[in-house]
């Protein structure tokens, strides 16, 4: 069974930074895709970034240059660094784990909120 952990969100002026961290449980996140997706108020959820297990990384078109993405298979971890927010970017974040068995987990998700 895997569980997912986010932490680091919070309230920030546009134009700043934030890095969020999800903790993974168990022993495939080393072979497991991850993706941060978010979900803004009366908005559908959308899909962020993802990292491959073998550290190929993609981006949304609203977030590449200003978002990272990255892992730390030691640790279990994927990390988002976000920068330049805009208020646009307000939003719960979940992180998601992709098995190599396509079963997919979610986190509970971490706000984050940008003020103009």
């Known amino acids: 069974q895997v569980q997912l952990v986010e932490s680091g969100g919070g309230l920030v002026q546009a134009g700043g930074s934030l890095r969020l961290s999800c903790a993974a449980s168990?022993?495939?996140?080393?072979?497991?895709?991850m993706a941060w997706y978010r979900q803004a108020p009366r908005k559908q959820r959308e899909w962020v970034a993802t990292?491959?297990?073998?550290?190929?990384?993609l981006y949304a078109d609203s977030v590449k240059g200003r978002f990272t993405i990255s892992r730390d298979n030691a640790k279990n971890t994927v990390y988002l660094q976000m920068g330049s927010l805009k208020p646009e970017d307000t939003a719960v974040y979940y992180c998601?784990?992709?098995?190599?068995?396509?079963?997919?987990?979610w986190g509970p998700g971490t706000q984050v909120t940008v003020s103009s």
């Open positions: 998601t784990l992709r098995a190599p068995n396509h079963s997919d987990y």
């Open positions: 990292i491959t297990s073998s550290i190929n990384t």
């Open positions: 168990g022993s495939i996140f080393s072979i497991s895709n």
